[in-house]
């Protein structure tokens, strides 16, 4: 039997009753105890941590994480920072010159932004590959193919557009090799032969999974997760190499246009255990570039972006079969999509599980109020106000706010905190320093009245995460007969200098310490 027993430092509980102790014993992997001083006297042989004033809390739970394709990321062409055609070239020929097996040369990480570099078909088309080319915008949301990506998925001037999707064209109508949302979705699908061998995905995963234990993540919500990667989970589990424990959200895109779905007939939200477990179905209400918008500047009525018109039915599928279910909504019109789809869904039916909304992007006091009425878990993500803030320029509106997370906190939603990585930066400790400040890393305001302070985002990646994922008997408190799942940061952040992770903890044993 070994037991470590923490203290002389600041121990948060994240449990009203529990608040904070002075001391936490851990034995055989499990939090058996916690109390003041004279607790550590009952344990005179235990390994003794001194936190030496820093802060130890329950391990962060990223409650929105893409660790799946994350994980991938090193196999394709990293196109962060690239602003020059000849080096998306240079880049795109040494995958392909690495990958020669692979039907698809992929890049990944493009600014599909106004801002970022521009691509179409001709461009790529120009860098003279051999096979098949697919650069994915970090968003997830959308990609630009060359030709003959165009030609292997059927997509000509006559093809029509998915009903949950969109393929640009242009002035003649010819495709000009972007796809967005359900459009990029098939082409992601079809283009990841070759990249998703299990072997190889599982030690991609391994390896990307140890860096999320230097944040301090002990535990991500895999959000939109293909079948053939819950199989890959499951097989780490199984051989003791996965180094955080995974709620993977089945993918319903693959469900409802057919690739997947025999995923219906599979494990459903809750079950599985503390390594992998089942959590919600996931849907798409908007866009995530096409976000769905309905609001007013002014004189104004702006109505943008696309909404997915099979959702309400796969929700109401969902719910039946037993399913929780997770919809991304990330503009105000994208919102009121999902909370219709989901009242319908459960008119005639008492859920088994919530919904939970990814995102809530922008909404309005009226949807703010309507979650809060219906008990609907905001999934949210205060890295956004550096990623975000940086487009969104002057567009605000009279009658919805851009990532609410005060007034959601305000009018009692439940949050959970998360990143969306690699759509953004992983680290908790940095995506909680956006949250409190409201303010992008060149000072613009994203909304002051907005913010949160520490110690409540701290409770929003630990406990808020576990309650979304049904986790709360298992991690996210520091409560006896839960895993002793820990991270100790050095504490509160000082004048806007971000605080640091110096330990992680998983299972009771030490898998990360910072180099001093
Ligand atoms: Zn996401």
Redesign the pocket.
Known sequence: VSTTVFGNGRILSMDAWVGEPEVLVVTDGRIVATGDWDLAARYPHAQQIDLAGRWLLPGFIDA?H?LCLAALQPLWADLAGVHDVDEVGRRLREVAVREPDAPWIRACGWDGTPRGLHLDRWVLDELGLDRPVLVACFS?HQAVLSSAGLDALGISYRTRDPGNGRIERDDTGEPTGRLLEGAWGAAHAASMVGYDRARRWGDLIEVRARTLLSYGITAVHD??CPTAAEAVYRQLASEHRLPVSVVVLPHAAEILNGVDAERWFGPVTGEGNEDVRVGPVKFFADGGIEIAIDAHVGAYHVRFGQLFPDTPAGVTEAVARGYGVAI?AMGNAGLVAALDAWESATRHREPDNGLRI?HVTLAGPREVARMAALGVTGVVQPGFVELLGTQLGETRFDDATWMPFGDLHAAGVPLAASS?AP?NFAEPLAGTSYGVSRRTSDGDDVGIDQTIPFEEWLRLYTYGAALAGGQQDERGRLLPGLRADLVVIDGEPDAGRPVGVAQTWRGGELVYERAR
């Open positions: 929105h893409h997830l959000a939109a991304h990814e969306d759509c």
